[in-house]
């Protein structure tokens, strides 16, 4: 069965210190890939995507994510955490047999300062 | 500027009453789509729309009806609300069925 997995469920960086969010997902073709962030009490955003192309994509705040077909994996990125920062990643893939998105269980980022 | 509303934002109801939350979009996307957000369990599909008249089930779709009449909107009902659909739940539209997802802002549900 398809799938999405976030391995690390809390994750705690010093600020100014370098991210990485993991992501891998059950697939057999090439899967559309997204993440989103969530703010206390707020929706989802979407920091990023990737259909096809580059394989590194750039998305906004700072953020980018590198698609590694190979390791089925589509890991978050960002070289200085600022504390605004703090908030909860999901993952997202889409995939062209199910014409749905299913979510990884998010990884809550908390930031020291 | 184009947006998604829900509501009520929060709301609280007893074991086996009826509730509908509210889910209206101006993006004028055919794709709209109803989840869940519990711990641990990130965000769970309940029931989905790709246009006017057409609904289908999600992974958690028991318990819960859609109905879709216009592009704009997407109620979502519990017919006899239980203990175990206390949740966060959100409302989201796209334009592709594939694409970016728009969301809103979430309405908390408690069922007591």
């Known amino acids: 069965a398809q799938s999405v997995t976030q391995p690390d469920i809390h994750i705690t960086v010093s600020e100014g210190a370098s991210l990485e969010l993991r992501c891998n997902y059950s697939?057999?073709?090439?899967?559309?890939l997204f993440w989103y962030v969530q703010s206390p009490g707020q929706g989802l955003q979407l920091l990023l995507k990737?259909?096809?192309?580059?394989?590194l994509v750039q998305g906004i705040k700072g953020f980018e994510a590198e698609f590694k077909r190979s390791q089925s994996s589509f890991n978050l990125r960002k070289p200085s955490v600022h504390w605004s920062d703090a908030a909860e990643y999901f993952c997202?893939?889409?995939?062209?047999?199910?014409?749905?998105?299913?979510f990884g269980s998010g990884t809550r980022l908390l930031v020291r300062p | 500027d184009a947006e998604i509303t829900q509501s009520p934002r929060h709301k609280i109801i007893e074991t086996g009453r009826q509730v509908t939350l509210a889910c209206h979009q101006t993006?004028?996307?055919?794709?709209m789509f109803w989840y869940r957000q519990d711990l641990g369990h990130g965000l769970r599909l309940i029931h989905y729309?790709?246009?006017?008249?057409?609904?289908n089930k999600g992974e958690v779709s028991d318990g819960y009806s859609v109905s879709r009449s216009n592009t704009e909107d997407l109620p979502l009902t519990l017919e006899s609300a239980a203990s175990s659909q206390t949740s966060v739940y959100f409302c989201?539209?796209?334009?592709?069925?594939?694409?970016?997802?728009?969301f809103g802002p979430g309405t908390r549900l408690t069922v007591t």
């Open positions: 697939y057999g073709a090439t899967p559309y």
């Open positions: 989201a539209s796209s334009r592709e069925v594939l694409g970016e997802q728009y």
């Open positions: 997202a893939v889409g995939m062209d047999s199910s014409y749905k998105l299913i």
């Open positions: 993006w004028n996307h055919n794709n």
């Open positions: 729309s790709y246009g006017v008249h057409d609904t």
């Open positions: 990737y259909f096809s192309g580059d394989t």
